[in-house]
């Protein structure tokens, strides 16, 4: 049994309990009585003195780089008035720089004027004046109208499908005129559909590559079809597109896009053929959008009219930076083609990020072949300069194919 003194001395550790519980009941009570307006202003002083001893956030030397190249330097973020064109003016083309102007205040701020000229390393001359209204009707409508000249010498052919050698390597050279204009309402934000009208002037010549043949010592018209005809085409286009990536330089959602397109030969329908092409893009970001999955899918496929041919240099092409860029440019080319590319990409500090690829895709002769089988395959990493508007630059690296390696540093994104 417990003793009377224990008991004792259990009885008085259970009135002090009791004791400081009451104490602090009171003094809480009493504190709850105060006025709450001086509570809410002790509490928002508490806050002031807080916000004042944090420094704001100061970017990077690296970052700041970045913002100053995508607000002052670089054409493809959209810089107002006069803008260095800089860049790539198609695959292959090398080092490409100009000069631009824009302004987007045309018609009291309705309208977007983009005129610029630009020649390459390697030759290539390239003029464009583009005049777009892109939100009329209540930003419903679309509207835009552009005139272009191509001038590109040295362009690679391989031959024609899957089975094309890379020792049939030659070059020819293709000048185009463009006219054209289209519509597109968007019926919500991030749909847009409508269709259009060009007018191209393809003229072929002898290939300026000294380092292999041009294509006529190599290739005749059956090889090659198209090779000894003057086409003028009228492309009449039907397309929709939705777009609701975030943000400009994707971090999530998707971009799809499907094109139909009719090349009419103005000249007696010997080389009209019709033209389909599915672009499909989806960003799946994580761990606060400093990760990303990047995949695309694109499969383009062609008809001729009886009796007529698709000319080789209308053809869908795989190979080079934005394709299966464990090849060289133009590796692959034929009437149909399909690719499948992925990215892992990551951040490694703000504004370079690093990306490991896998690209995958073919051409095929006949539309029954647009299959999986037999695909050309490459893998490697790379580097991605950026904002969160846009790529500036990037350097990939590209292995795994039976093409050699590759490395390809260029000014732009690839998806």
């Not at 006025?35 to 916000?51: C, F, G």
Request: with cysteine; proline share 4%; net charge positive.
């Amino acid at each position: 049994m417990m003793s009377q003194h224990a008991c004792g001395m259990l009885f008085d550790v259970f009135s002090i309990s009791r004791l400081v519980v009451l104490v602090s009941l009171v003094a809480t009570t009493a504190a709850y009585g105060q006025d709450a307006t001086t509570r809410a202003e002790a509490d928002r002083q508490r806050r002031a003195a807080k916000n004042e001893s944090l420094e704001p956030y100061e970017p990077g030397g690296f970052e700041r780089a970045m913002h100053f190249v995508e607000d002052r330097a670089v054409f493809i973020v959209g810089r107002e008035g006069f803008y260095p064109k800089l860049g790539s003016l198609t695959t292959g083309s090398g080092f490409a720089y100009g000069l631009g102007y824009r302004d987007r205040d045309l018609f009291d701020k309705v309208a977007v004027v983009d005129l610029w000229a630009a020649t390459s390393t390697r030759r290539y001359w390239a003029t464009e004046a583009r005049l777009t209204f892109p939100r009329l009707a209540n930003k419903r409508l679309m509207v835009e109208s552009w005139a272009a000249h191509r001038d590109y010498p040295q362009e690679d052919f391989f031959g024609i499908g899957p089975a094309s050698v890379r020792a049939d390597q030659t070059s020819f050279a293709i000048r185009s005129d463009f006219l054209g204009a289209r519509a597109g309402i968007r019926p919500l934000p991030i749909l847009l559909a409508g269709g259009g009208l060009e007018y191209q002037r393809p003229r072929l010549g002898r290939g300026k590559d000294e380092r292999v043949p041009s294509i006529e010592q190599r290739f005749n018209a059956f090889a090659a079809p198209g090779l000894a005809q003057r086409v003028d085409y009228l492309r009449s286009t039907a397309f929709v597109e939705l777009d609701y990536r975030e943000p400009r330089n994707a971090r999530r959602g998707g971009w799809y896009r499907l094109d139909f397109s009719r090349y009419a030969d103005r000249g007696g329908g010997q080389q009209t053929f019709n033209r389909v092409d599915l672009d499909l893009r989806q960003f799946v970001g994580f761990l606060a959008e400093r990760r990303v999955l990047a995949g695309r899918l694109l499969v383009s496929t062609s008809d001729a009219a009886s009796g007529a041919a698709m000319p080789f240099y209308l053809m869908p092409t795989l190979g080079g930076n934005d394709t299966l860029r464990g090849f060289r440019e133009y590796r692959f080319r034929g009437p149909h083609g399909m690719l499948a590319q992925g990215e892992y990409r990551w951040e490694i500090w703000s504004g370079l990020e690093g990306a490991l690829f896998y690209d995958a895709g073919k051409v095929a002769m006949s539309r029954r072949d647009l299959n999986f089988d037999g695909l050309e395959r490459d893998y490697g990493f790379g580097f991605r300069f950026n904002t969160d508007q846009a790529i500036m630059f990037r350097v990939d690296a590209g292995f795994g194919s039976r093409d050699g390696k590759h490395l390809y540093i260029v000014f732009g994104g690839i998806f």
